[in-house]
């Protein structure tokens, strides 16, 4: 699925200042424009401390922004707060890195999946139903509702977080990192869950990876940040199989692959890069 013209989610020139101390800021976004369509999903990829995260954050109404201006839908959400940043919450959504320190171990999986449902107002027969379709969406069984998070793995308490954040049925789900707490056989599963469910839904997403071969499964599109800004985006099959910034090559060549002889090759040509940089 393709981007409309006009995006549901546009970002320009973001900037976003952290105060280390009291005449002390930090820049961690300078100037970051992106955007997402609807029904697309579009990869954020960099190392840790790139500002990645800071991005969604800031989408998300966690961080403040210095200047710059976020638009969803047409509607400019820079600064929203209060109850109109609330009611955000049925168009954007989020999925967590950690799926276990995101949802609450006191609660059943079936109240984690009905609160956000009950604080919208839905009737506690319209919860249910709804919790039993998003159960059945992202393939865990029924029963699931009267267990507790701690009595699944990691691949199905990311499921969980991923049916909490597609109650509410979202336009946008922002996903920060949510498959590198996992091992390689899950996350192929958790990917492939991720483009059925745009497939089934029309979601959109915003998808927050360091790994350029994660976002390469999932994402119509990539953007590639590096100390708070955006040096490339393109098309996936472009960022990822021709990179033309050096900052995305040494990404590429940083993922690992099966063969040694080819592994030693790309160890070879990431040091030739850094020590270029």
Not at 4 to 12: E, R
């Amino acid at each position: 699925m393709t981007a409309d013209f006009a995006p549901l989610l546009s970002v320009q020139d973001l900037v976003v200042d952290y105060r280390l101390a009291r005449k002390v800021r930090f820049r961690a976004l300078k100037g970051v424009s992106i955007s997402v369509g609807a029904g697309e999903c579009v990869g954020l990829v960099g190392e840790s401390g790139s500002g990645k995260s800071t991005l969604g954050r800031a989408l998300l109404g966690l961080t403040p922004v210095e200047s710059g201006r976020i638009t969803f839908d047409g509607q400019d959400i820079t600064h929203t707060r209060g109850a109109a940043r609330r009611r955000l919450a049925n168009d954007i959504q989020v999925v967590f890195q950690d799926p276990y320190g995101s949802l609450d171990p006191t609660m059943t999986v079936g109240e984690v999946l009905a609160q956000p449902l009950q604080v919208a107002g839905t009737t506690r027969a319209q919860a249910r139903a709804t919790v039993a379709e998003m159960l059945d969406r992202v393939r865990l069984p029924a029963d699931s509702v009267h267990r507790y998070p701690s009595e699944f793995s990691g691949g199905q308490r990311q499921r969980i977080a991923i049916a909490r954040a597609l109650v509410r049925k979202p336009r946008l789900i922002v996903c920060d990192e949510p498959v590198s707490a996992l091992d390689l056989t899950t996350q192929a599963t958790i990917l492939e869950l991720f483009i059925d469910l745009q497939r089934e839904t029309g979601v959109s997403y915003l998808f927050v990876s360091h790994d350029l071969g994660v976002v390469r499964r999932v994402c119509h599109r990539v953007s590639v940040m590096y100390h708070g800004e955006i040096v490339e985006s393109g098309p996936t099959q472009t960022v990822t199989h021709e990179p033309s910034h050096p900052y995305t090559r040494r990404l590429l060549l940083a993922a690992p692959v099966a063969d040694p002889a080819r592994q030693a090759e790309r160890r070879a040509a990431w040091l030739g890069l850094r020590d270029s940089a």
